[in-house]
């Protein structure tokens, strides 16, 4: 059953088959005897389930226009990016983020959070949740759940183009363009884009420190006020050509610019156990920075002489270099002894490179297919700390050396991998794959002269079975064993100063980290509701997570350590169809229990910690004729546990509207955080420590906007109403979309 236009569209799958890509831009022959995939039609757009993973189409929802590309995975079932860009998925993090199939310098590290928050919705044409990777994938930048982000293909013949400018509260506003032109055997598309957004943030923090022994309790708190003005203009672009009927090459580029410009004012106050005030003082800080990341990839594709037969060979190099400048001045109001007013400077800088080499070969063999494929990667990071003191009267700046670092950290990587993908029946189909991964870390931390490293050989297993119970019910069973390695912010072992009584390190003697995930899901049709259930059972062993130890003189460090296991199980389900003629449903949910060990525990008592979780999301879509539309999404995040403590629900609602004034120019409304509700809340409960923060960013923001498309329209009808990428536009795996990018 179609969804409405405008919704987030799930793609259910109908059978168990799934159409082979072919690596030219001809349509897609028809299925091979054997390839056990599913393939599915929804709002007419052609979206694959494939064995392995699930696709939510995004480029329907009218907000997309707008949206940047972290809005956009708030609205995908189970799948959470709070204020600082952090990612989780069923209320877990160790997401590894992909583009194209592909790692990226920007999506690792300090860098993910900007990328998320600037990149564009618009430029997005699908998004996969890949809950249990298969073979193919590697652990490198992350081994949990998989996220890959499948930026817009579009190979209609001729040229199209469209614009999305949008005007918000506070001087915000966005603004991209997506154009594409296909003749012959070439074809070109690319994207510009530029936002400007504002945010305010406040805080307040209450932390107790206590005494093991008497249980005493010495107090202080934290309130803090600021606000960020973020800069952000993209370029994307690719050409492919096809050299004859059996290869294609192909080139894709892309540059990304953040720029930031932050003010903020923390007062802390102090007491010990008796009550008394043992400092009080005001902290200011203003700082800037900027973050620029390049990508430049080339690939190669070549259908062999036997049907079905292809190999593509598929080269990425992308760098990600950001630079941030903040000054701090402190000013007492009580002075604890030998605390002295201050002004400091810190500058961080942090280089990215990444070199991706991938080969993938595949061929029907007997009624299955087989996969091969290689490998080789290399990660480079330098993380640059510089630290300097101000002399109030002079206003002369002095290198402090003690705080002033350089860390450097080289991550290769060589893998094999094989998988054989058989239809037994008409029925059942299976997917077994094992990746054979070698990896070398090599540290040098270049202040002290000091370097160290290790490498170690894994076999990472993977697992899938699929069962067609009938034409509109579909069986999936799977299982796969990934690996996360520790990044080179968690094992920098130097100690940085955000002021004098928070400070952060690295471990270097991290171990990584082995994630065990088993799940088993019913794809269905009830009446005219698409409908998908899931159970989910998932084993963290060595699980890297934060910690944060109380040091003398209430100085706070938060560093890393593996926080022995952690063990989660539940249940997420979608559904979605029309309720009535302008009526229009999508919900999902995830209700999950989590237990994992509890880090801090000093003094005898449970050593392990646990939650029941209930996330939901839902959307009313009403058409309420040809021209206008409406929706109103719902958004819930239920507890989610750390090693020593937990963070809170949160709830937020958004609002949006488009009406169609021509065929080609459409007004958009939208309204995110309705009720001004968006926070992030947590609890620190450990023998020596207990902190409760929360965190408000911003708050409710209007964007009005029009989103206008031109050129040839002879493929007008297919696009939908919602313009380019709205419904019926082929997509990944559909006729005409070309080939899909590897993804080894």
Do not use: C
């Not at 002295?340 to 942090?350: E, W």
């Amino acid at each position: 059953m179609p969804f409405l236009a405008g919704a987030l569209v799930f793609a259910v799958p109908a059978q168990a088959q799934e159409p082979v890509a072919t690596p030219t831009a001809q349509p897609a022959p028809a299925p091979k005897p054997g390839a056990p995939v599913e393939t599915v039609t929804v709002t007419a757009v052609k979206q694959s389930n494939r064995i392995d993973r699930q696709v939510y189409d995004v480029k329907a929802d009218p907000a997309t226009s707008n949206d940047s590309v972290a809005d956009t995975l708030n609205k995908v079932p189970s799948l959470a990016v709070d204020g600082d860009g952090a990612v989780t998925l069923r209320g877990k993090g160790n997401v590894q983020i992909l583009v194209d199939g592909k790692p990226s310098a920007m999506m690792q590290g300090e860098n993910r959070g900007a990328a998320l928050s600037g990149l564009p919705a618009a430029d997005l044409e699908s998004v996969e949740v890949i809950n249990n990777p298969g073979a193919q994938f590697g652990n490198e930048g992350g081994g949990g759940p998989i996220i890959n982000l499948v930026m817009r293909r579009d190979r209609t013949p001729g040229g199209f183009a469209s614009v999305n400018a949008n005007l918000g509260t506070n001087g915000r506003y966005n603004t991209a363009v997506f154009g594409n032109y296909t003749t012959g055997r070439m074809s070109m598309q690319g994207s510009l884009s530029r936002r400007y957004d504002t945010r305010g943030t406040s805080g307040e923090t209450v932390r107790e420190r206590i005494d093991p022994v008497t249980g005493e309790a010495a107090r202080s708190t934290q309130s803090s006020l600021g606000g960020n003005e973020n800069d952000s203009t993209g370029f994307n672009g690719s050409i492919s050509y096809n050299l004859g009927e059996r290869d294609v090459v192909g080139m894709t580029a892309s540059y990304n610019e953040f720029n930031r410009e932050s003010a903020s004012r923390d007062r802390y106050v102090g007491t010990g156990a008796t009550g008394s005030v043992t400092n009080d003082y005001l902290r200011s800080n203003q700082g800037m920075g900027a973050n620029k990341n390049v990508s430049l990839g080339g690939r190669l594709d070549h259908k062999g002489e036997r049907p079905g037969e292809l190999f593509k060979l598929d080269l990425r190099v992308s760098s990600s270099d950001s630079g941030n400048d903040t000054r701090y001045g402190t000013l007492y109001t009580v002075r604890p002894s030998g605390a002295l007013d201050s002004m400091t400077r810190l500058g961080n800088g942090s280089d990215t490179r990444v070199a991706d080499l991938t080969g993938d070969y595949e061929r029907p063999l007997g009624t299955g297919l087989v996969k091969l494929g290689f490998k080789l990667a290399r990660t480079s990071n330098s993380l640059d700390t510089r630290f300097f003191d101000i002399d109030s009267g002079t206003l002369a700046e002095s290198v402090n050396r003690a705080r002033t670092n350089r860390f450097e950290l080289d991550d290769s990587t060589a893998a094999v991998y094989g998988s054989y993908q058989y239809r037994i029946d008409s029925q059942w189909s299976v997917l077994g794959g094992l990746r054979a991964e070698y990896n070398e870390l090599d540290m040098h931390q270049v202040t002290t002269s000091i370097r160290a490293s290790n490498s170690s050989t894994d076999l990472i297993p993977s697992a899938f079975v699929t069962y067609g119970l009938s034409d509109d019910t579909t069986l999936r069973l799977s299982y796969a064993h990934r690996i996360r390695r520790p990044n080179a912010g968690e094992l920098n072992p130097f100690v940085i100063y955000r002021d004098e009584l928070n400070i952060s390190s690295g471990n270097p003697n991290l171990k990584p980290s082995g994630t065990d995930s088993l799940e088993l899901g019913v794809e269905t049709k009830l009446g005219k509701v698409q409908t998908t259930v899931r159970l989910y059972a998932r084993r963290d062993a060595d699980l890297i997570s934060e910690r944060r130890i109380l040091q003398a003189n209430d100085v706070l460090l938060t560093t890393r350590d593996n926080a022995g296991d952690s063990r989660s199980a539940g249940v997420e389900f979608t559904f979605g169809g029309r309720a009535t003629e302008k009526l229009t449903l999508n919900a999902s949910g995830n209700i999950g229990y989590s237990d994992q060990s509890v880090l801090g525990r000093e003094l005898p008592g449970d050593d392990r910690r646990s939650a029941v979780s209930v996330t939901g999301r839902g959307r009313i879509g009403y058409q309420m004729d040809a021209n206008n539309q409406f929706g109103m999404s719902l958004n819930a995040t239920g507890k989610q546990l750390f090693g020593e403590g937990y963070r809170k629900p949160t709830r937020t609602a958004d609002l949006n509207y488009r009406r169609k004034v021509t065929q080609a120019l459409s007004f958009v409304l939208n309204v995110n955080d309705v009720f001004d509700s968006q926070k992030m809340e947590t609890v620190t409960e450990t023998d020596r420590l207990r902190e409760q923060s929360i965190r408000r960013f911003g708050g409710r923001t209007v964007f009005a906007g029009l989103s206008y498309r031109f050129g040839s329209f002879s493929g007008a009808a297919a696009r939908g109403p919602g313009g380019p990428g709205g419904p019926g536009r082929p997509g990944p795996g559909g006729g005409g979309s070309g080939p899909r990018p590897p993804s080894s």
